[in-house]
């Protein structure tokens, strides 16, 4: 099977509603490698599917990414961009 890692996900802009905040959710909350950019400012994206996303972020264990460092690894934290939607 094909193996892709997306490490940023650029999806403003394209009038994205509570069906693709659920297709996110299920690809973020399985995906073994944790993504490290999520723009999606600029969209429809109701209260419950951003919240829906931060959970499956939350629930996986692949977060917090991990960026090498010459010491070691360290934690590197997720950028969610989400302003711009139908959150209130």
């Known amino acids: ?11 403003f802009k394209n009038s ?3 069906a693709a ?17 999520v723009h999606l400012s600029h969209n429809f994206i109701p209260r419950d599917g ?3 996303i931060l ?7 692949a977060y917090p990414g991990e960026k090498p460092q010459s010491q070691g690894r360290y934690h590197q934290p997720t950028w969610i ?6 959150i209130e």
């Open 1 to 11: 099977s094909l193996k892709i890692a997306v490490r940023i996900m650029k999806l």
């Open 16 to 18: 994205l509603g509570r």
């Open 21 to 37: 905040a659920s297709a996110l959710m299920s690809y973020l909350h399985s995906t073994p490698v944790a993504v490290l950019e």
């Open 50 to 52: 951003a919240v829906d």
């Open 55 to 61: 959970k499956a972020i939350a629930c996986n264990p």
């Open 81 to 86: 961009r989400l302003e711009h939607n139908c």
